[in-house]
């Protein structure tokens, strides 16, 4: 493991943008803020194995769609969830080890231990929070047809395991390729990566196409 402290140029836009009723059923998830606390769970714990082979089982397989018209605006993302607090900055607190915060919600200490590479990190800086399912990939799957409240919630989705703190550099490696063409670095992980993504993928009747489904099903096989 790597104890690494760093400073880097990103900038990460707050959107305060009313959730509604979005906002209403995530709120649960928040916890007391400016208080030094132990890490809170992990990212919902995905299905099992045997589960996942099931759900992939049951994906629609097609040509992935075009990525035409895409854009991230249109997954209104890192919305308001409570007070001051955005979906980062909440991921960040679940996430993340002993993390303080601050009257508008940012995290002034802590740790954070990136699963997709083993790195541990004490600058929230450093850690980006990866959509387990891109956002490029779920429209290409099937997210264009959805509303945008759809595309909200799938974008700020603390329920299902959507959403994880990870290594920034490893995240932007990631972009929005699938498990055809990018799994995590950290090969302990792989497993657990593939249950959260077919988990995200089922929840959401998103399809899958022949290299994406035949990576997984080989990746299954060995968990």
């Known amino acids: 493991m790597r104890l690494v402290s760093r400073r880097t140029s990103r900038i990460y836009a ?3 943008l009313a959730a509604g ?9 928040l916890t007391v803020l400016g208080a030094t606390a132990p890490a809170q769970a992990a990212p919902p714990t995905p299905i099992a194995a045997s589960t996942a082979r099931t759900y992939l089982s049951e994906l629609t397989v097609k040509t992935e769609g075009s990525s035409d018209g895409y854009s991230r605006d249109l997954f209104p993302h890192w919305i308001t ?3 001051t607090c955005n979906t980062r900055e909440v991921v960040l607190k679940r996430d993340g080890t002993n993390v303080v915060t601050d009257s508008s919600c940012a995290a002034t200490s802590g740790s954070w231990y990136s699963a997709y590479d083993g790195a541990t990190w004490t600058a929230s800086s450093d850690v980006d929070i990866d959509h387990v399912v891109p956002l490029s990939e779920a429209w290409k799957s099937g997210a264009s047809s959805w509303t945008t409240a759809q595309r909200q919630a799938f974008a700020n989705d603390l329920t299902r395991p959507q959403l994880i703190a990870v290594t920034d550099n490893v995240n932007q490696s990631k972009g929005d390729q699938d498990p055809a063409e990018w799994m995590p670095p950290r090969a302990a992980y792989a497993c657990t990566y593939l249950r959260m993504y077919v988990q995200v993928k089922h929840y959401y009747d998103l399809s899958v196409d022949s290299a994406e489904k035949s990576a997984i099903q080989s990746g299954l096989s060995g968990c």
């Open 81 to 83: 969830q409570s007070g």
């Open 14 to 16: 707050r959107r305060p």
């Open 21 to 29: 009723a979005v906002a209403a059923a995530f709120a649960s998830a």
